[in-house]
C-alpha cells in the first residue's frame, strides 16, 4: 500500500509542483478515515445487542456487602438494559436484601424505566441476603400478567447463600419456570457457583465475575449471546397453494433453557391459526416439517 502511494505521490508531483504537502496532508486524512471506520466497527461488534421481545426482570442483591460497588451494578444494569432495544420488551428492577422491593413494576415505557433507573442508582445498600424474596416478587408479577411471555430472570449477588436461604431461593426459582421464565445467575467474587448453578436453569446460565465488581461491564456480552432468542430470518417466502413446506427461522437463541421438548409454533395462514409441534431444534435454524397450506 505505502508503496502505491509513493508511486501516485511521485506522479502527481511530476504534474504540479508543489503537490507533495497537500498530497500528504491528504493520506494523513485518509489514514485517520480508515482508522476511525474501523474503530466505529470495533465498537459496534463490542456494542452487540438483541431485538428479542421479553420481560426482563432484574433480581438485584442490595445487602450490606455490596454498598461500596452499587454504581457498579448501576452500570452493569444501566448498560444491559440498553441493549435490549425491542420496542416490545420491558422490564422490571427488584431489589433484596432481609426483604424484596420492586422499584419497577414491569413496564415497556422509556420514561418510566428511565426513572426506574434513577430510582436504582439511588439505592442504599444494607442488610441480609435473601434472594428468594427478590424471585418471588418477579413470579408475583408474571402471576398477573394476562398474556403468556418470554420472560427471563437475573439474579445477582456477591456471596454465598444460606443453607436456608438457598434452599427456598431453588423453590422460587422452579416456580418462575412454571411460568415459563429463563433463570439466569450472576455471581461476584465471594459467591457459590454450585448454589447459583442449582438456582439457573443450567450451569451455562451462570456468570462468574471473580475479578471483582469493576468487572461485571466484560460480561454483558456473554449474558445477550446466551440469553437472547430473536428470530432474523424466516424460509420460504413464498410456497405453492395445495402443498406441504417446511418452514425454517433462522436466528439465534434457539436451544436455550432446560429443555426443547415441547415446543409449539403457531402460525397465522389465509386468517387461519395452525398450531405445529413437528420441529428440529438447532442453536441458530428451528424447523417446522410438513406445514400445509
Keep these: 500500500m505505502w508503496r502505491l502511494f509513493s508511486l501516485r505521490e511521485s506522479a502527481l508531483s511530476a504534474v504540479f509542483p508543489g503537490h507533495r ?12 478515515s480508515v482508522f476511525a471506520a474501523c474503530s466505529r466497527a470495533e465498537e459496534q461488534q463490542e456494542e452487540a445487542s438483541c431485538h428479542g421481545a421479553y420481560d426482563l426482570y432484574f433480581v438485584l442483591d442490595k445487602s450490606g456487602s455490596v454498598s461500596a460497588d452499587w454504581m457498579e451494578i448501576y452500570s452493569f444494569v444501566r448498560n444491559l438494559t440498553d441493549r435490549f432495544v425491542s420496542p ?18 414491569l413496564t415497556g415505557n422509556r420514561h418510566k424505566i428511565e426513572e426506574g433507573l434513577e430510582n436504582l442508582r439511588q439505592v442504599k445498600p444494607a442488610g441480609e441476603t435473601y434472594m428468594h424474596e427478590g424471585i418471588k416478587q418477579a413470579t408475583d408479577q408474571m402471576k398477573k400478567q394476562t398474556q403468556t411471555s418470554n420472560s427471563i430472570i437475573l439474579a445477582l449477588t456477591d456471596g454465598k ?13 422452579d416456580e418462575a419456570r412454571r411460568y ?15 448454589q ?12 462468574p465475575v471473580k475479578d471483582g465488581f469493576h468487572a461485571l461491564k466484560g460480561i454483558v456480552n456473554s449474558i445477550l449471546k446466551r440469553s437472547c432468542t430473536e428470530i432474523l430470518t424466516v424460509e420460504p417466502s413464498t410456497v405453492c397453494v395445495n402443498e406441504t413446506f417446511d418452514i425454517v ?14 415446543v409449539m409454533c403457531s402460525f397465522i395462514i389465509d386468517q387461519q391459526t395452525i398450531s405445529e409441534s413437528h420441529t428440529h ?4 435454524t428451528h424447523t417446522h416439517t410438513g406445514v400445509p397450506v
Aim: glycine share 6%; net charge neutral.
Design 88 to 105: 416490545r420488551m420491558r422490564v422490571s428492577f427488584i431489589v433484596f436484601s432481609a426483604s424484596a422491593k420492586v422499584l419497577l413494576p
Design 196 to 207: 447459583l448453578a442449582e438456582i439457573a436453569d443450567t450451569k451455562d446460565q451462570v456468570f
Design 21 to 32: 504537502a497537500w498530497s500528504s496532508a491528504a493520506a494523513l486524512l485518509l489514514l485517520l
Design 249 to 262: 427461522l433462522r436466528g439465534n437463541g434457539f436451544t436455550q433453557g432446560r429443555s426443547s421438548e415441547g
Design 161 to 173: 447463600l444460606a443453607v436456608y436461604v438457598h434452599e427456598l431461593t431453588l423453590k422460587e426459582a
Design 281 to 284: 431444534t438447532h442453536t441458530h
Design 180 to 194: 415459563g421464565a429463563r433463570v439466569y445467575c450472576v455471581g461476584i467474587k465471594d459467591f457459590d457457583e454450585q
